[in-house]
């Protein structure tokens, strides 16, 4: 009994920092800047404006609390930590399903896993297509080669680093199985153009919406346009179990394979069970489902103050030279799992790697180009490293799909050239924005005068 209030007292403290208000924080940021080797005396004497900014990284970011304590106590009174046997995981999956509108919700471990149920569900032939974004976590497309499948990388729209249409439709082919599109920072693609190149072809499309939770086109959510849709719980992302995943779906076929790939292809409850398929272990463990039930009760919320805070940013920026604020497509819903930017370096010199340095001076964190550079030119695909030496499944793609010149990614180049990406998360208030907005203005206009 003793370890068990010692263990609720240490959440405790680890939650203490998120829960402050804006004036009685002082002792949490002096425990940061020491950190930084910096006292709060040298570090208020050097930048008396400076204000530290929330982390999705840990408590200040984040949105735990009680509710998380609670879920995770009941789990650790049962006794049963594994979803097969519990009711948390189950319940999770319930919720999501009824949140989406959707008929099958499934938990599993990871973003990368969820993908990958979806993918497994389709059940490409080794050597089949599948088309996918250039701009995207090597999580999206490592499933696609796992089950044998060849990425095939379409351009994307550089106003949103997003594929479009257009772009799906000059990769397909006879071979092409489906397409994954995925909506990078919580800003939808265009979806309807989309799906109604998919029904024409009779190709089952996946949406990718690890950044996007919430988001909508038309009126419709994220995940429920296409034919599976995956999310991910990892730890920066709108809610979070620190890693977990979930999939979803309204086909009965195809659910019924997610469940058992998911469950190493085992039907727990069925006497006569029997490992029907190649599957592996991707299940959500109840103390993850449990962090889960809790955070979920929050996503409105935690959607809603990533909105708003992001509305007024793009408020105080319109109009800056050399800065393009955040683009979505008409009747989109942009739920900003980061907040970017588009740099024109002909009107600021040195671009987005200038303007990140000059920002991360006084406590600004953005990354140039979000990723260092296309999918397509890691390792990975430029030299086919797969199983052993095989290389495969490169060994049965066709020529032309695997020749990633640069000429045929004009929009991927220009889009990473010019995207400038800011962390973002639910415990921003008005004073961060203002910092913030008032931070860039001032790199811009010393870029400008030279």
């Not at 499948?149 to 949103?160: G, H, L, M, N, S």
């Not at 799906?195 to 089952?204: M, Q």
């Not at 989109?332 to 980061?338: G, L, P």
């Not at 987005?352 to 000059?358: I, K, M, P, V």
């Amino acid at each position: 009994m003793m370890l068990y209030r010692f263990d609720y007292k240490l959440l405790r403290v680890i939650f203490l920092p998120a829960e402050l208000n804006s004036t009685k924080h002082t002792e949490a940021n002096l425990i940061i800047e020491q950190k930084k080797g910096v006292t709060m005396n040298e570090s208020t004497s050097t930048n008396a404006e400076r204000i530290m900014l929330p982390s999705d990284q840990n408590a200040s970011g984040r949105t735990f609390g009680e509710d998380e304590l609670a879920m995770l106590a009941q789990v650790l009174k049962t006794g049963t930590l594994t979803s097969t046997k519990g009711t948390f995981v189950k319940s999770l999956e319930t919720k999501f399903a009824e949140l989406l509108g959707v008929k099958h919700a499934y938990a599993c471990a990871s973003g990368t896993g969820a993908v990958h149920t979806a993918i497994a569900a389709i059940n490409p032939e080794p050597g089949d297509e599948i088309v996918t974004s250039p701009i995207t976590d090597m999580g999206a497309l490592a499933p696609i080669i796992y089950q044998g499948a060849i990425p095939v990388f379409a351009d994307v729209d550089p106003r949103t680093c997003n594929i479009t249409a257009n772009t799906i439709e000059s990769c397909l082919s006879e071979r092409t199985k489906a397409i994954i599109v995925t909506h990078l920072f919580g800003n939808p693609c265009d979806m309807k153009e989309i799906i109604e190149l998919a029904h024409s072809r009779k190709i089952p499309v996946i949406e990718d919406c690890a950044q996007a939770f919430m988001a909508e086109y038309s009126g419709q959510k994220v995940g429920t346009m296409g034919d599976i849709g995956c999310f991910s719980l990892q730890q920066g992302k709108h809610i979070t179990t620190g890693e977990g995943g979930l999939v979803v779906t309204r086909d009965e076929s195809w659910a019924r394979h997610m469940v058992l790939f998911i469950n190493k292809c085992w039907d727990y409850g069925n006497p006569k069970s029997d490992h029907y398929f190649l599957a592996l272990n991707y299940r959500m463990s109840e103390l993850q489902g449990a962090v889960a039930l809790a955070q979920l009760a929050k996503l409105d919320d935690v959607v809603r103050q990533r909105i708003s805070m992001a509305t007024q940013l793009t408020k105080l920026l319109e109009g800056l030279p050399g800065i393009q604020v955040p683009y979505s497509y008409p009747n989109a819903k942009h739920t900003y799992w980061k907040y970017c930017l588009m740099v024109d370096d002909d009107v600021l010199p040195g671009g987005t790697d200038a303007l990140a340095r000059s920002l991360g001076e006084v406590g600004i964190a953005a990354a140039p180009r979000y990723i260092q550079k296309p999918a397509f030119m890691c390792e990975i695909f430029q030299k086919q490293r797969t199983f052993g030496n095989s290389r495969f499944p490169f060994t049965l793609a066709r020529p032309e799909v695997v020749k990633y010149e640069r000429a045929k990614f004009p929009g991927t180049f220009k889009g990473l050239d010019q995207i400038l990406v800011f962390p973002w998360n639910e415990r921003y208030e008005d004073k961060h924005i203002n910092y913030i907005a008032r931070s860039i203005r001032k790199v811009v206009d010393q870029f400008r005068r030279g």
